[in-house]
């Protein structure tokens, strides 16, 4: 229940090859890319690593870039008050030339030309695109950069994406500190502990065009809601349910975890906003989870105070909390569930729990109708392929912030020598999720991307 099979047989592998050139023999003097990200905290984190291995495929030098500020999150937030900005310099010295402004131009303030890529952008895209406007005008600052690059890239440069996303991106001191005290106090409750990102609040459940059962009340106040967003289509909850692509209520969450195996002892860290519904809605998971714990219950209002202003720096905490916990478990599909999934299968594949949601849906709503054996049999025969376990997910399934394929290498027997990469195994064949079983795609929309950040 705590740890994977076979995931000691797997590593994550990050160093660049032999032919990867270093950074000062490929960078061209006078050429400076600099992005704006855009959307919530994980959002903004697959930006900055994208960013990177965009300079290096235009040889270019990196400006730090700048952090969406009028999006849905509204946090005023620049890179170094979340991330150690010294360190990211200095840890991609030999990959990327990253300098935190743009110099000075005939001593006046440099303003890039803007522009903007199409989503999923290739290296040849970016090649076409942009170098030519990049080679007139030296500098080049791309707008609402989220997903601007492709999925499939050499390998060299996927390998360079995991050295940004799991070595370079870093939290600064404070944020770090303020994370290991809750991931300490939630060690001193219990050996073991899962962390649950619930994701149900209002805004997710608008965005999502679900519906739970709170008739008039709940349409009326969430189809409010759901208007912020001008570009989402007309909802269908019942399709929208079928799919997989509703959170599960917390109730749903907490009978799922007891019927794998998490007896009610069992302590929970709950990374969640406003919950819909209140402490009603919370009841249940409570219930069956008494030792329910969030970043609110385990510090002081004091010691949260120099981040509860800024949304991005309170979802760094939860972040870490999330990262450092022995299970994790994803009630969405948005960004930090994408980020946090691949992460831990680079870092050792500590189980994380992904809701099968297109078949739980039929469990769930014929619950009653099943006897407490066959509906524990169900959930758990449904989640195989869902639990983080090595090799459950074949190299082309979902994006790579979430599968970094390229970055997972195999230990071998001492009787032989070299790598296996992760395309071929001597492990057995786990259940692999397909995507009849699960909705691996990002959303074209870049509203929908905004809100799924968190």
Not at 106 to 133: A, E, N
Not at 243 to 271: F, K, N, Q, W
């Amino acid at each position: 229940m705590w740890s994977s099979r076979n995931s000691n047989l797997f590593y994550g592998c990050s160093d660049a090859s032999k032919k990867f050139r270093k950074a000062q023999d490929i960078t061209h003097p006078n050429r400076y890319l600099s992005i704006v990200t855009s959307g919530g905290l994980n959002q903004q984190r697959t930006g900055i690593t994208d960013a990177v291995v965009a300079a290096r495929i235009l040889n270019a030098t990196l400006v730090v870039p700048k952090l969406d500020k009028s999006s849905y999150w509204k946090d005023s937030s620049v890179f170094s008050d979340i991330f150690d900005v010294d360190w990211f310099i200095k840890y991609l010295a030999n990959d990327v030339s990253v300098v935190k402004e743009l110099p000075l131009r005939k001593g006046q303030i440099w303003l890039p030309y803007r522009m903007r890529v199409p989503r999923k952008c290739s290296d040849r895209c970016y090649i076409h695109r942009v170098l030519p406007v990049l080679k007139k005008k030296h500098a080049v600052q791309i707008m609402k950069f989220d997903y601007r690059l492709a999925n499939s890239l050499d390998t060299d440069l996927q390998k360079l994406r995991c050295r940004v996303n799991y070595h370079a991106v870093k939290f600064t001191d404070p944020i770090l500190r303020m994370g290991e005290k809750l991931v300490h106090r939630m060690r001193m409750k219990s050996k073991h502990f899962i962390a649950l990102h619930l994701r149900f609040e209002p805004d997710m459940l608008a965005f999502s065009g679900c519906y739970y059962g709170g008739g008039d009340k709940e349409r009326e106040e969430l189809g409010k809601i759901r208007k912020k967003w001008k570009t989402l289509p007309e909802s269908h909850p019942d399709k929208a349910r079928r799919h997989g692509r509703c959170p599960m209520t917390p109730e749903e969450v907490g009978l799922m975890l007891r019927s794998l195996g998490y007896g009610e002892d069992v302590h929970i860290y709950v990374a969640s906003g406003e919950t819909y519904g209140g402490n009603e809605t919370l009841t249940p998971l409570k219930t069956l989870f008494p030792n329910f714990y969030t970043k609110d219950t385990l510090a002081s209002k004091d010691e949260l105070a120099p981040f509860s202003a800024f949304s991005s720096r309170m979802a760094a905490l939860d972040f870490i909390v999330c990262d450092e916990s022995d299970v994790f478990v994803a009630n969405n599909h948005g960004n930090m569930a994408k980020i946090l999934a691949g992460r831990r299968r680079y870092f050792g594949h500590k189980p994380t729990i992904r809701p099968n949601g297109r078949k739980l849906f039929r469990v769930f709503l014929n619950k009653n109708h099943m006897s407490h054996k066959e509906f524990v049999y169900r959930i758990n025969k449904y989640q195989k392929g869902f639990m983080g376990e090595p090799k459950e997910v074949s190299p082309t399934w979902g994006v790579f912030h979430e599968n970094p394929y390229s970055c997972i290498c195999e230990k071998v027997d001492n009787s032989t020598q070299g790598e296996i990469s992760n395309s071929t195994s001597r492990v057995e064949t786990f259940t692999r999720v397909t995507t009849t079983d699960y909705d691996p795609d990002t959303p074209d929309d870049p509203e929908v991307d905004v809100l799924l950040s968190d």
